[in-house]
């Protein structure tokens, strides 16, 4: 999941459309668009939605935009309208651009001027029940969208890109209480992105239930009980179960899976290569490398379609992209953005997507 923001920006690269007299192609940070001809020019600031805001009826007719929005049932079962993807002509355009009111300046956000909210689709049917959220336990990073952010990784920088699985995203991992006479306590964890998840009552029950299957696994149990042993308070692996009846994509799967991307240690997440070869050494599957080498957003931008790495007759959703090291940055925090394939996007894959709590 990401944040929504409504930027006043600038519009450039303002070009020919290969394919329609009227149009003219643009690109909006890292977003390609489909403007009338004629009416912007290289460097004019404008006010940019991206794909997958949700703008309220009285807003989209007083912009004169109602008739380009697509009305789509969100997480809370109402019809909202909200702005999304088109191909005009051929060519892929990404979200809405229009020309700035008065007294907005470029750098700002406008998403609470114009009443802008993100849309978040139904909810998925949920495996296991909720249990109270442990501060300690927490969720995974806010992964931005590449497109809206073209320049937080800087060209050369080294990165890892990995395969963004369509699945579902989960955690496992545990806490320390301190019992009488100063014991350690083992308490494990698992959970969606969103919720923390009940401990399943016998093995089977946790073999079947999607955010705790993880802990089955001979090496995640054993990477995570060898942490407590070496005297962390806590440790949290990230991953992806996948498979049959998650999403659309399944993979080849016949049942579930799981891959991890990230393994957080005592409130720190490790470098990458760290990371790797913890992994390898408890043999715990990881989501694919796509790319390893100087960072450039072409190159991302080609590895974000394709044949997926994980197997199947599926092709890739997109890919995760980070820097070698560990950094934060002043506007996104933690360094770690998607970029989403416009095969997928395009793709019934994504007006099927659900979301997991």
């Given at each position: ?24 192609l ?8 489909c ?20 703008l ?9 935009v ?105 955690r ?10 100063d ?30 299957y ?108 980070k ?21 997928y ?13």
């Amino acid at each position: 999941m990401s944040t929504i923001k409504v930027e006043v920006t600038r519009i450039n690269d303002v070009r020919a459309h290969s394919n329609a007299d009227a149009l003219e192609l643009a690109t909006v940070g890292g977003w390609q668009m489909c403007v009338k001809k004629g009416v912007y020019r290289d460097g004019d600031p404008v006010v940019y939605f991206e794909q997958g805001t949700v703008l309220s009826r009285a807003v989209a007719d007083r912009l004169g935009v109602t008739q380009y929005l697509s009305e789509k049932l969100d997480i809370n079962g109402e019809r909202v309208l909200v702005i999304h993807r088109v191909r005009l002509r051929g060519e892929p355009s990404f979200g809405l651009v229009i020309s700035p009111e008065a007294g907005m300046e470029v750098g700002q956000d406008v998403a609470d001027f114009y009443g802008a909210t993100k849309f978040y689709p139904p909810v998925r049917t949920q495996a296991g029940d909720a249990a109270a959220n442990d501060p300690r336990f927490p969720a995974y990073t806010e992964v931005e969208n590449m497109r809206s952010y073209p320049a937080v990784i800087g060209p050369g920088e080294e990165v890892v890109a990995t395969e963004k699985l369509h699945g579902t995203n989960c955690r496992v991992g545990f806490v320390t209480n301190t019992a009488v006479d100063d014991q350690r306590e083992m308490i494990p964890m698992a959970g969606s992105r969103g919720l923390r998840r009940k401990e399943p009552l016998d093995a089977e029950a946790m073999r079947n239930n999607t955010y705790w299957y993880p802990w089955t696994l001979e090496g995640v149990k054993n990477l995570l009980h060898d942490l407590f042993a070496q005297s962390h308070h806590t440790a949290i692996l990230y991953g992806e179960v996948f498979g049959s009846g998650i999403q659309s994509y399944t993979y080849g799967q016949k049942s579930i899976a799981f891959r991890a991307f990230d393994l957080m240690i005592d409130g720190k997440f490790l470098d990458y290569d760290a990371f790797v070869a913890c992994c390898k050494k408890y043999a715990i599957e990881t989501v694919p490398l796509a790319y390893r080498g100087p960072f450039s957003l072409s190159t991302i931008k080609q590895l974000s379609d394709g044949a997926s790495l994980v197997g199947g007759k599926q092709d890739r959703e997109g890919v995760v992209v980070k820097p070698v090291q560990e950094r934060q940055d002043a506007k996104i925090g933690r360094v770690i953005l998607k970029y989403v394939g416009d095969a997928y996007l395009f793709g019934k894959a994504a007006e099927q997507d659900t979301t997991d709590l």
